[in-house]
Each structure stands twice: as structure tokens, then as C-alpha cells.
T-cell receptor, first 120, second 110 residues
Framework: GAVVSQHPSRVICKSGTSVKIECRSL??????MFWYRQFPKKSLMLMAT?????????EQGVEKDKFLINHASLTLSTLTVTSAHPEDSSFYIC????????????????FGPGTRLTVT | KNEVEQSPQNLTAQEGEFITINCSYS?????LHWLQQHPGGGIVSLFM???GKKKHGRLIATINIQEKHSSLHITASHPRDSAVYIC????????????FGEGTQLTVNP
């Protein structure tokens, strides 16, 4: 099966600091990775789409200078929350789309376990 | 009105019961996903389907493209099935992007 990992699973940081979250596809190459944010008892909200080797595409209302996304390789994307604020506290989830498949299977997304960020 | 609507929002069942969760959507889609999210947050993709029916163990997913409706069924439910079940669609105009329903919280009591 296709496995996506995230690190860390849980992080607490102080206001004003930056925190980096990693998303890795462990047994496949991912052309595209997606970053989502989820508030308690709410559904996932897409923040940005990152394609390997190019700039991320951010959703309306998501500050690209605050949520820095890097997709430097086909197996790793990172999300850096800069100058973290308590309102950034949330559950961040990534998903990855497998590269090189054809037909409907090429759109299958595999989700990571999520990262719980708490900003104090 | 959301593009993806799920019902019910909350569902409580007794172990062994047959469970149905519904998803209706308002856009043309190329695929529909059923996802499971356990307490603690990790998401597991259960099914991706664009027509007909798929079965995996005790789980069955069906979709009717003409009616823009999908159902997720769980047979012989078990407390370990307790989770949030999320319907997500990929519209024909959105590329890889998914639009998510609000989720259905399922609790199966022993």
C-alpha cells in the first residue's frame, strides 16, 4: 500500500517562533502533495497544492508568506508556519498523489496521519 | 448550500447493526472518495469510486452518478468502526483538488 508519514505528530511552540512540518511518501513518488488544515469538529480545508520542483499554489485567504511550502523532492514536502500565533493552532494534514500511474488511479490521494500544532 | 452534503451528521448504533451513511453532491464529478478519520486525527482512504459499487471486507460503497449520490454501508458494525466518515469529491473542473463533506460521526456501542 501507499504510506504517507508526517513529522512531528505533535508540536508545541511559543508565539513568534517558526515550526516545520514534514510530509513524506514512504513507498512511492508523489508529483503533487496537498496541505490541509482542520479545525475541531470541522472538515478539512485545503491550504495549498505543491508540485515537485515548482511553487505551491495557495488557496484564497491562505498567506503564502506565513505558510511556507517546499516540495524539493518527489517524496518530501514541508510546511513551515512562520511567526506562529495561537490562532495557528490546528491539525495539519498532508496528502500525496502518486506519480506515474494512469487512468483513475492517478488521482488517488494518500493521507498522512496529521500534525497537531499548539501555539502558546 | 455546500457542494457536498452528508447525512446523518451523527449516528449511534448497536454492535452488529447495518449502517448507512449518505453523501449528496451538486457538481459534476470525476471521482468520489470515502475517508475514515479516527480519534487522534489520522485519515484512511476507504474507497475511491466513479461508478457502481465497491466492497472491501464489511464496507460497501455505491455511487449513482445520475442522482449525484453515494452511500457507504457497514455490515455487522463493531465498536472499532467508531470514527468520522468523510465523503470527498473531485469535480471535473478541479483537477486533483477534493471538496469535503462535513463528516458523519459514527459511534458503535457494544
Amino acid at each position: 500500500g501507499a504510506v504517507v508519514s508526517q513529522h512531528p505528530s505533535r508540536v508545541i511552540c511559543k508565539s513568534g517562533t517558526s515550526v516545520k512540518i514534514e510530509c513524506r511518501s514512504l513507498d512511492f513518488q508523489a508529483t503533487t502533495m496537498f496541505w490541509y488544515r482542520q479545525f475541531p469538529k470541522k472538515s478539512l480545508m485545503l491550504m495549498a497544492t505543491s508540485n515537485e520542483g515548482s511553487k505551491a499554489t495557495y488557496e484564497q485567504g491562505v498567506e503564502k508568506d506565513k505558510f511556507l511550502i517546499n516540495h524539493a523532492s518527489l517524496t518530501l514536502s514541508t510546511l513551515t508556519v512562520t511567526s506562529a500565533h495561537p490562532e495557528d493552532s490546528s491539525f495539519y494534514i498532508c496528502s500525496a498523489r502518486r506519480a506515474g500511474t494512469s487512468g483513475g488511479a492517478s488521482y488517488e490521494q494518500y493521507f498522512g496521519p496529521g500534525t497537531r500544532l499548539t501555539v502558546t | 448550500k455546500n457542494e457536498v452534503e452528508q447525512s446523518p451528521q451523527n449516528l449511534t448504533a448497536q454492535e452488529g447493526e447495518f449502517i448507512t451513511i449518505n453523501c449528496s453532491y451538486s457538481v459534476g464529478i470525476s471521482a468520489l472518495h470515502w475517508l475514515q478519520q479516527h480519534p487522534g486525527g489520522g485519515i484512511v482512504s476507504l474507497f475511491m469510486l466513479s461508478s457502481g459499487k465497491k466492497k472491501h471486507g464489511r464496507l460497501i460503497a455505491t455511487i449513482n452518478i445520475q442522482e449525484k449520490h453515494s452511500s457507504l454501508h457497514i455490515t455487522a458494525s463493531h465498536p472499532r468502526d467508531s470514527a468520522v466518515y468523510i465523503c470527498a469529491v473531485r469535480s471535473v473542473t478541479s483537477g486533483s483538488r477534493l471538496t469535503f463533506g462535513e463528516g458523519t460521526q459514527l459511534t458503535v456501542n457494544p
